[in-house]
């Protein structure tokens, strides 16, 4: 049997052992813990998207919807409605193309000439604007409203009314320009540009201005 004394001994000696297993226990969790204002970046849940799946990555540039990189979509066909429509002068060719370059027309005429048909959507700047762009092409220089007045020479017709001008460049080689500009239905503008060397254009342009009178659109849409 043991004696009070080593009782005590052994009571003092399990106090001790218990104080001992306590301490490292809270050294433990002391280190386990994150401290505040850690630098370690917080993790943040993403919300499933619809139908579990991952959203489609968003279009916007000239390759989306299907098509490859840099590929530009063809323009929507014309509609018939709101086709402008010509009668082609005798021993005139013809060559419909369709988007903005809608047709190309070559009188019989010897020598460099071309008729251009072209149609934009909206006013495509205006009048006046263009009048000075094809100047330019020229080498002449722009005018203000009342030049423009001036030298306009107006051509009704079942499509609507239009501007024809006569356009020459300076020097000793010639070229000239005749153009038309007509505002038509639906916002659209056309331009009808006959252009070449002078003697060619000279001898087309009879030809060219019936060409415009003749101008119209179907029967089944509005002038």
Not at 26 to 50: F, I, L, N, Y
Not at 95 to 102: C, D, H, Q, S, V
Request: glycine share 14%.
């Amino acid at each position: 049997m043991r004696t009070p004394h080593e009782n005590q001994r052994l009571l003092l000696a399990s106090a001790a052992l218990l104080l001992l297993v306590t301490a490292c226990k809270r050294e433990v969790v002391t280190h386990a813990r994150v401290p505040k204002g850690s630098d370690a970046p917080p993790v943040q849940m993403m919300p499933p998207s619809a139908g579990g799946a991952m959203p489609a990555p968003s279009g916007g540039g000239m390759g989306s919807g299907g098509m490859g990189g840099g590929e530009v979509a063809p323009p929507p066909p014309p509609d018939p409605a709101n086709t402008l429509k010509w009668t082609l002068p005798a021993g005139w060719t013809e060559k419909l193309e369709g988007g903005m370059r809608f047709a190309t027309l070559k009188p019989p005429a010897p020598g460099k000439i071309e008729v251009s048909v072209v149609t934009l959507p909206g006013p495509a700047g205006g009048e006046l604007a263009n009048v000075n762009r094809w100047r330019g092409q020229l080498g002449l220089p722009a005018l203000d409203e009342a030049g423009l007045a001036a030298v306009r020479k107006p051509i009704t017709t079942a499509a609507g009314a239009l501007g024809l001008y006569d356009i020459v460049s300076d020097g000793t080689v010639k070229t000239r320009m005749l153009a038309a500009l007509l505002a038509a239905r639906n916002g659209n503008t056309w331009f009808l540009k006959m252009t070449g060397d002078g003697e060619p254009i000279a001898a087309s342009q009879a030809d060219f201005v019936h060409l415009l009178e003749s101008l119209h659109f179907d029967a089944s849409g509005a002038p």
